[in-house]
């Protein structure tokens, strides 16, 4: 019995998104779905409180993060790290892989695992599939992402050939290390970087573990976004219909639309709440920079077709003047915005599908956001 189930609602017949819920021990969510990073058990600058008041419904949090600071024997005596952070909705937790790759210069990978320094403290460590495990079972998170090796882009064939294999054993070794297969759920992560051929094999080799969801992986690795398309649109229709299909560190606007006409259920990116911590919001027009000097004395919302409490309550002028003197008020103003202007958008999405007009949604989005038809 796996503690993560798929509901599909129903396919856009415009598109091919599915709208739909995922089911998780604590509690559900619709999809597609895009879920705000709490990197070290917190949203940046965001309460618990606020989250839910903006209707966010699952966020992510980090087992190598976790691990160095503050530790997972700690938040395991804490009770798991829902009661640490006292957040009672499903939380997702990425597995380790991807940071160490993007974080640790000095690294080696080898069957085994991977061999690097910690970031902070230079101490040599030493990460593996059964040691991800074994800290996202002490975490508790209901999904937990496969120990994988994201190639940086561009990279050879024959290494992303060799990459994908040992990622396919590193999941194996995920799932035989699993302590909590019926409260946490085991999602694979599709690699394969822009080789169809290794896709297609990282795919079918995941699928043969029958696991409640799957990631596309090695993608917003900074690739040309005509790659990104050209991979997600190759390997979705790989991935089993019956499960959720999660793509990582995807969270521009217009890739969340796209990627929810391609199928893609669940996103997660740090982009929202890293932006506006330099004074940068997402508007329905576009980006605005309310750092900018012409806002001085702009006594209008950041986004007048928001209806969040920030452009309710605040002006472009203040929070300006909030993020010029580096006051932590106007970081979480800004951040509240944009994690409301995204999880709005996905709501908007869903709406969209439900009426089978997602199509029609995307070209009025871009052509408002100032995104040039491709
Ligand atoms: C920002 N772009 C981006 N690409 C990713 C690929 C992986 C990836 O291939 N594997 C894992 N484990 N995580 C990834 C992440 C982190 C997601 N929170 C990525 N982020
Ligand atoms: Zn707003």
């Not at 917190?42 to 600071?69: C, D, F, G, Q």
């Not at 690097?116 to 990460?127: M, P």
């Not at 040309?224 to 606007?253: A, F, H, Q, W």
């Amino acid at each position: 019995m796996t503690p993560i189930t798929y509901e599909l609602i129903k396919t856009c017949k415009q598109t091919g998104a599915r709208l739909g819920k995922v089911h998780t021990p604590h509690g559900s969510f619709d999809t597609p779905m895009f879920m705000p990073v709490g990197t070290l058990a917190t949203v940046k600058t965001m309460s618990p409180e606020e989250l839910k008041e903006m209707e966010a419904r699952i966020i992510l949090s980090n087992t190598y993060h976790l691990w160095l600071r503050p530790g997972e024997d700690i938040i395991k005596e804490a009770g798991g790290l829902h009661r640490f952070m006292n957040w009672d909705r499903p939380i997702l937790t990425d597995s380790g892989g991807f940071q160490v790759f993007s974080l640790s210069k000095i690294r080696e990978i080898q069957e085994e695992g991977v061999h690097f320094r910690n970031h902070i403290s230079g101490e040599k460590l030493f990460l593996s599939p059964e040691k991800a495990m074994q800290i996202q079972n002490a975490l508790g998170s209901d999904i937990m992402m496969a120990f994988d090796e994201c190639p940086p882009y561009p990279a050879s064939f024959d290494y992303m050939k060799s990459s994908v294999e040992r990622t396919s054993r590193w999941a194996e070794r995920c799932l035989e290390a699993h302590q909590n297969p019926t409260t946490q759920g085991l999602f694979g992560i599709i690699q394969g970087g822009e080789y169809e051929e290794l896709r297609k094999q990282s795919a079918k080799d995941l699928a043969s573990l029958d696991l409640p969801g799957y990631a596309i992986g090695g993608l917003s690795v900074g690739e040309p976004k005509d790659i990104m398309n050209r991979m997600l649109e190759y390997t979705t229709p790989l991935m089993p219909s019956t499960k959720p299909r999660y793509l990582m560190g995807v969270g521009s606007p217009d890739s969340l639309i796209d990627g929810s006409i391609r199928g893609i259920d669940m996103f997660d990116c740090v982009l929202p709440t890293r932006i506006a911590r330099n004074g940068t919001c997402m508007t329905s027009t576009g980006r605005l920079v309310v750092r900018n000097a012409k806002y001085a004395r702009d006594f209008s919302p950041i986004d007048e077709n928001c209806d969040c409490h920030v452009c309710k309550n605040y002006t472009r002028a203040y929070i300006r003047h909030l993020i010029k003197s580096k006051e932590t008020f106007g970081f979480r103003l800004t951040t509240y915005h944009n994690l409301h202007f995204l999880l709005k958008l996905m709501e908007q999405v869903r709406t969209a599908i439900s009426e089978d007009r997602l199509g029609d949604f995307k070209e009025a989005f871009f052509e408002q956001y100032g995104l040039n038809q491709p």
